[in-house]
T-cell receptor, first 112, second 108 residues
Framework: KAGVTQTPRYLIKTRGQQVTLSCSPI?????VSWYQQTPGQGLQFLFE???????NKGNFPGRFSGRQFSNSRSEMNVSTLELGDSALYLC???????????FGQGTRLTVV | QKEVEQNSGPLSVPEGAIASLNCTYS??????FFWYRQYSGKSPELIMF????GDKEDGRFTAQLNKASQYVSLLIRDSQPSDSATYLC????????FGTGTRLTVIP
């Protein structure tokens, strides 16, 4: 059974640009959550999608957005990138809301 | 106050010993509790989950939950050098909050 797939694995962007990250959850999983991980702040919750609807949102500015498609694949977008957005972005999929979540390998974003 | 707090570590134990990792959470409405292991440069890997008060054992791992004290712990018996990693505690209801992790080193 394939795990959670995130693409791309690495990205380098310039301040002010925007970026889109993709996450394909485990087959059959309907919930996809996104997290930002930085050395100083640890894992911070961005948002959760379930059956194409945003279910919860963390405390991040509106520059961070996401969506989920009918096949449960999810994308997150960050607009007007700032240096502080440099982080590892992790996607986790679970069968249902608030059940065991499995992480993808992450996308390492560097903003220069 | 952070939603989930873990003993900051780092924690070092000799091979074969029991490693004890602790976590407290602030949201009394939390219903789901997880322990993840994260090796350096890798993504978190789920190792235990617990939803009810009491103990849950899986191989060398035991998770303990005490909702009255808002406390979760993870015991690793017969610790191995391969257990050396950062352990993340997560708790939540509507969404998961993660602690900042405890770095464990098992000394051969």
């Amino acid at each position: 059974k394939a795990g959670v797939t995130q693409t791309p694995r690495y990205l380098i962007k310039t301040r002010g640009q925007q970026v889109t990250l993709s996450c394909s959850p485990i087959s059959g999983h309907r919930s996809v959550s996104w997290y930002q991980q930085t050395p100083g702040q640890g894992l911070q919750f961005l948002f959760e999608y379930f059956s194409e609807t945003q279910r919860n949102k963390g405390n991040f500015p509106g520059r961070f957005s996401g969506r989920q498609f009918s096949n449960s694949r999810s994308e997150m977008n960050v607009s007007t990138l700032e240096l502080g957005d440099s982080a590892l972005y992790l996607c986790a999929s679970s069968l249902e809301h608030n059940t065991e979540a499995f992480f993808g390998q992450g996308t390492r974003l560097t903003v220069v | 106050q952070k939603e989930v707090e873990q003993n900051s570590g780092p924690l070092s134990v000799p091979e074969g010993a029991i490693a004890s990792l602790n976590c407290t959470y602030s949201d009394r409405g939390s219903q789901s509790f997880f322990w993840y292991r994260q090796y350096s440069g890798k993504s978190p890997e789920l190792i235990m989950f617990i939803y009810s008060n009491g103990d849950k054992e899986d191989g060398r791992f035991t998770a303990q939950l005490n909702k009255a004290s808002q406390y979760v712990s993870l015991l690793i018996r017969d610790s191995q050098p391969s257990d050396s990693a950062t352990y993340l505690c997560a708790a939540g209801a509507n969404n998961l909050f993660f602690g900042t992790g405890t770095r464990l080193t098992v000394i051969p």
